[in-house]
């Protein structure tokens, strides 16, 4: 596994600065406040420092389901996923309307499928296994897109029998692959075209350049984009061209990545039009709305991004609308993932040690939780950003700056690479990192063989388990047990 650098730089090669916060990271005033941006909506803290989530006291979820767990506030989720509904795309009415597909990787299982049902989003998939999750719910397969860069032939007679919405071709091979499928199945495969724009956007900044060297979609600059268009058409009947697909990057809070990106995209849906007197119906603008993982990130809300990115596609469009005034302009659609699982959830753990080491600048304290990499790879994989706050009960110890770890054989192996906890804290406290709803039970692992933590939903007063906890015998299932000499002579 890649173990970031900056985790590294910062925790292991480098002696100075050590024990000293970052820029970012003010000296708190009050240790036990909750920041909103951060906490699902949800959760609130009792007079005696206790975390609740919708009406559950933290304590309680410890002692009746145990630590480490991903804790989710349910109504939070489904309020997220309806903000992107109905705020989202209620600025796109004035253009041709706009979907919101949520993009299943963040965090998927049957539970978290039936809520997007329910709150009638769409689905996004990139694996047969993920399919899988739609299909066990009964999700509309109308309403589900399948993605991924090598979707494998049964992955795409999966998609094709359930009867998708759209595959998001990437590939030459799979355009002929699809087809192929498509007319041995007799049916018409939806498809919408991957385009690699040349945007790359993260955070606050983004970069656009012409051409790009990624693994995903069709190059804008190298016209394989148009030829994929042009290949796709040539497969008459058995391939539906649907329209234009690009996802410019994720955690982003500045909507001109989406203009640029948006921008091309145009250009190259009016190209078509001109030469293929094709209109394609939808144009997909992907995910990558940014969430607050700490207090140095302040979102957007859905109905702001709505109303930004709808001002955004309707001026791109406007040449194109002037242009075509018989043209049915595309329907736009967005896949957010982060931006609707992330904040909805907590991880909780119980810390076990509380060590300090001494360093050139001072001493740095290590808390060390009972979990780490497995369930949440992110810090380790990217150097990403986490906060933390007791759970378990109030102190009014003076803030102490501690470095949260995991319990794994890595030294990389942070789980919160700096925060501010009140100095009393001792093994058995609880701690909760909030923003773990997207990318952590998705991307967990069992690394040291360690069975993964369950996910809890609370809602109205009720917690119950929507992914169980693993056991060691879950993990020994796998093994194929060879019998040991002395058993074959017995
Ligand atoms: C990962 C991904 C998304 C979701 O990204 P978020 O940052 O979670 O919003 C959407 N679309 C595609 C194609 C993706 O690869």
């Known amino acids: 596994m890649a173990i970031n650098m900056r985790a590294h730089e910062a925790g292991i090669l480098h002696a100075e600065g050590y024990g000293a916060a970052p820029q970012w990271l003010p000296f708190p005033t009050d240790v036990m406040e909750l920041l909103p941006q951060l906490w699902p909506s949800n959760v609130a803290r009792d007079a005696s420092g206790v975390l609740s989530i919708a009406g559950i006291p933290v304590t309680d979820i410890a002692r009746d389901f145990g630590t480490a767990a991903y804790v ?80 494998s032939v049964p992955e795409l007679r999966q998609a094709l029998e359930y009867g998708i919405g759209r595959i998001v071709v990437d590939s030459f091979d799979e355009i002929d692959r699809v087809a192929r499928l498509a007319s041995e199945l007799g049916v018409t495969a939806p498809v919408m075209v991957r385009v690699t724009v040349g945007v790359e956007a993260h955070t606050h900044e983004f970069i656009a350049t012409a051409h790009e060297d990624q693994k995903f979609g069709f190059s804008l600059a190298g016209g394989q984009a148009r030829a994929a268009i042009d290949a796709i058409v040539a497969k008459g009947e058995s391939l539906r061209l649907l329209g234009l697909h690009s996802h410019i990057g994720s955690q982003i809070f500045d909507t001109s990545g989406f203009e640029i990106a948006a921008r091309r995209l145009v250009a190259l849906h009016t190209e078509v039009a001109d030469e293929h007197g094709i209109a394609m119906p939808e144009m997909d603008l992907g995910g990558g709305y940014g969430i607050a993982y700490t207090s140095e990130h302040e979102p957007l809300t859905p109905g702001q991004l709505g109303t930004q990115m709808a001002e955004l596609v309707d001026r791109e469009l406007k040449e194109f609308r002037d242009g075509h005034p018989q043209a049915t302009l595309p329907r736009i659609s967005i896949e957010p993932g982060r931006a609707i699982a992330g904040p909805s959830a907590f991880t909780l753990y119980e810390i076990g ?10 001493v740095r304290s290590y808390v060390s939780v009972d979990g780490g990499m497995s369930d949440n790879v992110r810090t380790a994989l990217y150097g ?91 993990l020994l299932a796998l093994d194929v047990d060879e019998p040991s000499p002395s058993q074959e002579v017995r």
Request: hydrophobic share 40%; net charge negative.
């Open 384 to 474: 990403a950003d986490y906060s933390c706050t007791l759970a378990g009960r109030r102190s009014d110890a003076e803030p102490r700056l501690v470095r949260v770890v995991g319990r794994h054989c890595e030294s990389g192996d942070i789980v919160v690479m700096d925060e501010y906890l009140p100095g009393d804290i001792v093994p058995g406290d609880l701690i909760a990192v909030p923003g773990t709803g997207a990318y952590c039970r998705s991307l967990s692992n069992q690394y040291n063989h360690t069975p993964r933590p369950p996910v809890l939903a609370v809602r109205d007063g009720v917690a119950r388990v929507i992914v169980r906890r693993e056991t060691i015998e879950d």
């Open 353 to 362: 040690t509380v060590k300090d080491v001494e360093v050139s600048s001072g």
């Open 72 to 151: 989710v506030d349910e109504d939070d989720f489904r309020s997220r996923a309806r903000a992107f509904r109905d705020d989202f795309t209620a600025p796109f009415a004035a253009v041709a309307g706009a979907d919101v597909y949520y993009a299943g990787k963040a965090f998927l299982c049957t539970a978290v499928a039936r809520w997007i049902m329910e709150e009638g989003l769409n689905l996004d998939t990139c694996s047969g296994g993920e399919l899988a999750v739609a299909q066990r719910v009964g999700f509309p397969a109308e309403r589900v897109a399948l993605h991924g860069n090598n979707k």
